[in-house]
């Protein structure tokens, strides 16, 4: 059965800070994987989606990474604003037919001014 | 406009009552989802549905039931509401294999069962 885990669970950070969010996943038979980004009592938004044939994607101060054969996916952001704090979430898609996003539990992240 | 509308936004019931969540999307796409969220737990998949014709069971289907009225309505049933089932519910689409399955969700229905 898939597993997603995110590290850390909670991350605090000063405002400027580069930084980076950990995906890992048990099965590396995936169709792809999205990050998205959830405010509190908010639904959830897609930041970026990568294929399982592609290595990172990128959209403005973010970029996503997957290294597919070790089950890991990171997502960075640059130049961290106090805008950004939110709780951060990464799915991946089985490969098999008829299959639905796997879910980590999140990272919420705090960036301070 | 948003393209993917979950009503009601917010519910509060009392144990046993028959409750309905209603999703509907403006995106075009023939496949949709409803997900519950509670703390600790993270999202999970309830049913979905890749086309008006197809219903499929999630990881946590029992008790809830499903009706795919149109390719842009997904409703999600409790016949007989629990404590248990108080929750945050999304409704979420995909344009499937096309559309490189990218997932798109609504706001959520804040669902509180006394």
């Known amino acids: 059965k898939q597993e997603v885990t995110q590290i850390p669970a909670a991350l605090s950070v000063p405002e400027g800070e580069n930084l980076v969010l950990n995906c890992s996943f048990t099965?590396?038979?995936?169709?792809?994987l999205q990050w998205f980004r959830q405010d509190p009592g908010k639904g959830l938004t897609s930041l970026l989606l990568i294929q399982s044939s592609q290595r990172e994607q990128t959209s403005g101060r973010l970029n996503a990474s997957l290294d597919k054969s070790s089950g890991r996916s990171t997502l960075y952001i640059a130049a961290s604003q106090p805008g950004d704090s939110a709780t951060y979430l990464c799915a991946v898609r089985p490969n098999q037919a008829g299959t639905a996003l796997i879910f980590g539990k999140g990272t919420t992240l705090s960036v301070s001014s | 406009d948003a393209d993917v509308t979950q009503t009601p936004r917010n519910r509060i019931t009392k144990t046993g009552k028959r409750i309905m969540l209603e999703c509907s999307q403006t995106?075009?796409?023939?496949?949709m989802y409803w997900y519950r969220q509670d703390p600790g737990l993270g999202l999970r998949l309830i049913y979905y549905?890749?086309?008006?014709?197809?219903?499929n069971k999630g990881e946590i289907s029992d008790g809830y039931s499903v009706s795919r009225q149109a390719q842009a309505k997904f409703s999600l049933s409790l016949e007989s509401a629990i404590p248990n089932q108080t929750a945050l519910y999304f409704c979420?689409?995909?344009?499937?294999?096309?559309?490189?399955?990218?997932?798109?969700f609504g706001p959520g229905t804040r669902l509180t069962v006394l």
């Open positions: 979420a689409t995909s344009a499937g294999l096309a559309g490189f399955n990218e997932q798109f």
């Open positions: 099965d590396s038979a995936i169709y792809n």
């Open positions: 549905s890749f086309d008006v014709k197809d219903i």
């Open positions: 995106k075009g796409h023939d496949r």
